[in-house]
Each structure stands twice: as C-alpha cells, then as structure tokens.
C-alpha cells in the first residue's frame, strides 16, 4: 500500500496532483502485485481509479495495461463524485465475478493528498 502526501509548493494544481498519482502511483501498485507471486500475470489485476473523467482513466488504464473488463468506473453516469467516487465503484462492484482477486485503486483527495492502494481478496484459513 502506498499513502501520498504534499506540502503545498506555490502554484501545485489538482492537475498536477492527478497525474503524480495515476502516474507514480498505479504502475507501482502493478509492479509490486507482479512481483509478489511469480504466477501472477497483469490479467489478474483490475483497477480502480479516481473518478474525475473518463479520458483520464482510460489513459491510466492504457498506461497500467489493464484489460477493459478489469476497468471498473461509473463516473459515466455518475460523473466527478470527488472522494467517495472509487470507494463507491467497489461497492458496486463488490460481488462482481469480473472484479476479480487484486485491485489497484487510486484517488485524489481535496487539498493536497492521494493515496494509492492495491486490495487483495483472500480466503479466510480455517
């Protein structure tokens, strides 16, 4: 799990902000998810990022390789739902088959903050 936090150097933008996340953020989720088990491959991974516009994500998407089946979003039909927009995306994929084992989400916060996380679903041992 990786947790990003700015001071506020004169003249940062959200813009700016987004693209430090989804750019640092969302490759080194991937990398560490592939590293982690040498039988794990990029299919295996779906993503989840910050909900501001469907270009953005795409390009995330196309940038980390993720397949469009392992792409979830509703900022579509949503639109900018700000901090609670990935967190809401799975949710409401939370049962779906296709969401897989591993997620990477990413997300801007208001202010200067992003995070980044890459959540795994396990089966409890007995």
Request: charged letters at 20%.
């Amino acid at each position: 799990m990786t947790w990003g936090v700015v001071t506020s150097p004169a003249g940062l933008r959200g813009a700016v902000l987004r693209h430090q996340a989804h750019q640092r953020d969302l490759p080194a989720l991937r990398t560490h998810y592939l590293a982690a088990s040498p039988e794990r491959t990029p299919e295996g991974l779906s993503l989840i990022g910050h909900q501001a516009n469907l270009r953005m994500l795409e390009a995330v998407q196309r940038r980390t390789e993720v397949a469009d089946a392992r792409h979830f979003y509703n900022v579509d039909h949503r639109g900018n739902c700000g901090a609670s927009g990935a967190p809401t995306v799975l949710s409401e994929n939370w049962d779906n088959p296709q969401l897989g084992d591993a997620v990477a989400r990413s997300v801007v916060g208001s202010g200067l903050t992003w995070a980044g996380s890459l959540l795994e679903r396990t089966v409890p041992s007995t």
